[in-house]
């Protein structure tokens, strides 16, 4: 069964860090794009990150470009989401999925900037 585990989610101040874990479990995670998503109180779901195979090939969001920074360990079958320069308008809780569309949602992190 295909699980996907989010932890590292807090709450922070304006221009604090964070950096979320995303442990799955249930399939080969080398041969999945890894993405990160988030929902944002009354919005849709959006994609934040994407991140090959690899890591060879790596997009962001508008938003976060240049704040963000995804990775991956393979060996660990885990996948990271940095965090940096937090903006209030980055709560949300966070997600992570390798599936496209995207399925079997875990539980999310929830990251909430505010002084």
């Known amino acids: 069964q295909v699980q996907f585990a989010e932890s590292g989610g807090g709450l922070v101040q304006p221009g604090g860090s964070l950096r979320l874990s995303c442990v799955t479990s249930?399939?080969?995670?080398?041969?999945?794009?890894l993405r990160w998503y988030r929902q944002a109180p009354g919005k849709e779901r959006e994609l934040v990150a994407t991140i090959s195979r690899t890591g060879g090939i790596i997009t962001y969001a508008t938003s976060v470009k240049e704040r963000f920074t995804i990775s991956r360990d393979n060996a660990k079958n885990t996948g990271y989401l940095q965090m940096n320069s937090l903006k209030p308008e980055d709560t949300a809780v966070y997600y992570c999925?390798?599936?496209?569309?995207?399925?079997?949602w875990g539980q999310g992190t929830q990251v909430t900037v505010s002084s």
């Open positions: 999925n390798t599936w496209n569309p995207p399925r079997s």
């Open positions: 249930g399939f080969t995670f080398s041969t999945a794009t």
